[in-house]
């Protein structure tokens, strides 16, 4: 699905956009990481844009992946956490981030999306320079000032997704194997 965020219609050169892409969920940590592509490259979405290899490379080397927010459902009020790395690479633009798990919206979305019912990634942007394809009826995205990306229920592009939520373990939480033997023979024993 698209929207325009703003005052401004889509297709006006000052209008903010969004799409939703959903994400697959592989292996799911308790600390809130996980990372997926939030968009990918050369596919039409639902509302027949395509974006181009090179579209996010200007917006992310001048705001980098800690001027990028991460929302639910595009929602400004709705902080999740914060992206730990964006870059695009063969596929599309691959994404890391961390859900703040002091955020009681978060620690119920790692939950759902544990069980795979939260599995969707969607841009919020402003396009910048876009290429119509009259012939197919397509759009291509050639240059996207890029906002935010949200978690999403419903997403635009089905191919873009969270491909892991993993765990990171802190030097706190290592456990030696003596630890764990002292461990298992205090509650088995």
Request: a positive charge; hydrophobic letters at 40%.
């Amino acid at each position: 699905m698209t929207a325009s965020l703003g005052l401004y219609p889509r297709g006006s050169p000052r209008a903010r956009e969004i799409k939703r892409a959903p994400p697959h969920v592989l292996d799911v940590g308790t600390d809130g990481v996980f990372e997926g592509y939030a968009s990918v490259f050369g596919i039409p979405d639902l509302g027949r844009d395509v974006v181009m290899p090179g579209a996010f490379i200007r917006s992310l080397k001048a705001r980098g992946a800690g001027g990028i927010r991460m929302l639910w459902q595009h929602e400004p009020g709705e902080p999740l956490g914060t992206w730990l790395s964006l870059a695009e690479d063969h596929r599309g633009l691959k994404v890391r981030g961390r859900l703040n798990l002091s955020v009681a919206r978060s620690r119920e979305l790692l939950s759902l999306m544990r069980e795979g019912a939260v599995d969707g990634l969607s841009i919020g942007f402003r396009t910048e320079r876009a290429l119509p394809d009259r012939k197919s009826g397509l759009r291509r995205l050639v240059q996207i000032d890029l906002w935010e990306i949200s978690l999403v229920t419903f997403p635009m592009l089905p191919q873009a997704r969270v491909t892991a939520v993993k765990h990171q373990r802190s030097p706190s939480t290592h456990s030696t194997l003596a630890q764990k033997i002292r461990y298992a023979a205090s509650v088995f024993l």
